[in-house]
């Protein structure tokens, strides 16, 4: 059996800085320890279709920051999809809601490269609204 773990914690850790970030409960030193855990190369396909890169992903995070307030995202259906050289694809659910409830349902695949020295990097991210 493949072993995800160090990927699937990513992807949590990842989630819940973004959670923090859009929520407003962050320090500001968070925006750089977040958009680290992106490679310089990262492509992502939004939900509605808008594709985005590294840059882009820099300024709709500076944009959305402290927007969201009560944000929660709760994560299920982790699963590892594929090791390969490098890395490792895989996919979830995320779920974004608020006090006043649901605001997003998403399935997600995602890249995520692992560095010579072990560090892992977000190189791709597909979303899809449920």
Avoid: K
Wanted: aromatic share 8%; charged share 25%.
């Amino acid at each position: 059996m493949t072993d995800y773990r160090d990927f699937f914690n990513e992807v949590i850790h990842t989630l819940l800085d973004i959670e923090q970030w859009f929520a407003g409960t962050a320090e500001p030193a968070l925006l750089a320890r977040l958009l680290g855990r992106f490679s310089p190369e990262f492509s992502m396909v939004a939900p509605d279709g808008r594709a985005l890169d590294c840059e882009a992903l820099r300024g709709l995070f500076e944009q959305l920051g402290g927007t969201r307030p009560g944000l929660r995202i709760s994560l299920s259906d982790l699963r590892g999809l594929a090791r390969h050289p490098g890395g490792a694809t895989l996919s979830y659910r995320e779920l974004q809601s608020d006090a006043s409830g649901p605001l997003s349902d998403r399935r997600a695949t995602a890249v995520i490269e692992q560095l010579p020295g072990g560090a892992l990097r977000w190189r791709h991210l597909h979303e899809t609204f449920c």
